[in-house]
């Protein structure tokens, strides 16, 4: 009954943490890491073969964007979600797919110019379609035998549709536990989905810190008010509103707003002005939100369902999914409102409109959601004067504003709000899903403010045994050597090449050098101790696995 914790540790992306119960492997969440990497993760430690089920807190990429490279490296066991999170997985990985395919592409015809073999993408819309076979749904609340000695249950976390903590009751030998997985917890009065639910009891809790050292702000925010005067101002420059926004979620909750917006007129002048949501996923996560059980909402969202109201649309809403139709919007001289994604600015179409609105004065950029470090949207919010697109400096002379309090995630006092709800505590609690400063900040405050007996902020790597409650590894944080930013696909053939200071012969002769010198070291081992040569056979064959299919 042990845990060991693969990703999101002292980051926010990436989630992957492994469970072991009587003798089976199970991971809950598989993410893909985003934005800025600071610290080392491990491998998973066993072949993704031995995995035998997956428990997916949510949708979002990453904790759900590795799944299918794990199904390409041997995965075949099931991946318990909940219904909504399943039907928005359809969308999402298939749409990760298909960026994995286009980069790859990009970077072979890149590396075939300068005579280097093409580019494998670490997953094709084939794997993610094996995948999606082995979605489980599950309904909320509902406690389902997901293995020997293993009840699963999900419970609303109100941060996304379809988003859940996963309890996980756990019985090895005559020691039974249950731990809880907070996933990603939601803000409260968010629109469309629930508030989060919480959990009565647990051994063991792992919680996320995104935001553990941040408040949202004591008022409750006006975002129909705040939104309103944004869209006006922007307009009334003769400018547009561009709101990067995440495809699935934040684009719908904007929708939902600007609806009311529009129904109380709380724009002035500017008639039935337009909207582009300029995101094909951005669309078909809409319908899939407007397909959804009216168990996943809010009752205001299933009031106006009740009278036959579709919160998600109005007039002067248009849906752009050709790339000529994105285009085109940046053609048209009227003041607009376009909503694109990607939500930090690191990838999507959103970079075009940026491109084309950043230098404006007249425009106003909004963002609406988490800018990890790293990221072009969190240069934007920081001040940066100047930015690269697709190989052109463009000057940032649009104002660049934030919808404050705006976040999927639950501040430090919901975060608190979340853990002092059980009746009977954890006595340990993880904290994980945040950056440095952060998840410490938070992991202090349970230990000394909120009596909270063990507290671990543990680092990738780190082996925690839940039956005995004792720490068997505890890793160190490994800092990522810097590296230089990485070219966007677009910007190919205005990409300057930095000046090489090794030759890549000669890195390659190094490379056979290293590889000489394995071998030399493995003839070296004939008569040792056999621990010894199982470990290095097995650390020979972890690195030979690591690099196989990149
Ligand atoms: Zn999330
Ligand atoms: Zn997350």
Redesign the pocket.
Known sequence: MKLTFIG?THE??G?CTLLELNGKNYLVDC?MEQGQNVFENVEIPVSPSLIDSVFLT?A?I??SGLLPLLYKNGFSGAVYATEATANLCRIMLRDSAHIQESDAEWKSRKAQRSGRPAVEPLYTLDDAEGLLQHLRPVPYATQVQAGEGLLVRFTDAGHLLGSASVELWLTEGDVTKKIVFSG?IGNLDQPIIKDPQYVDEADYAVI?S?YGDRLHGTEKPDYIGELARDIQDALDRGGNLVIPSFAVGRTQEILYFIRQIKLEGLVKGHGEFKVYVDSPLANEATGIFLQCDRSCFDPDMVELMDQGVNPLVFPGLEVSVSSEESKAINFDATPKVIISASGMCDAGRIRHHLKHNLWRESSIILFVGYQAAGTLGRNLVDGMESVKLFGEDIAVNAEIRTLAGKSGHADKNGLLAWINAFQKKPHTVFVN?GEDESCMSFARCLREEQGFKTVVAPYSGTVYDLAADAMVYEAKGVPVERKAPAEEPAAADAAQEKPRSVKPQQLYNALQEAAKRLSKLAKRFEGRPNKDVQRLTGDINTLCDKWQNK
């Open positions: 999101a926010v992306t989630s993410g949510h979002h990453d904790h990603d996320e995104t899903h």
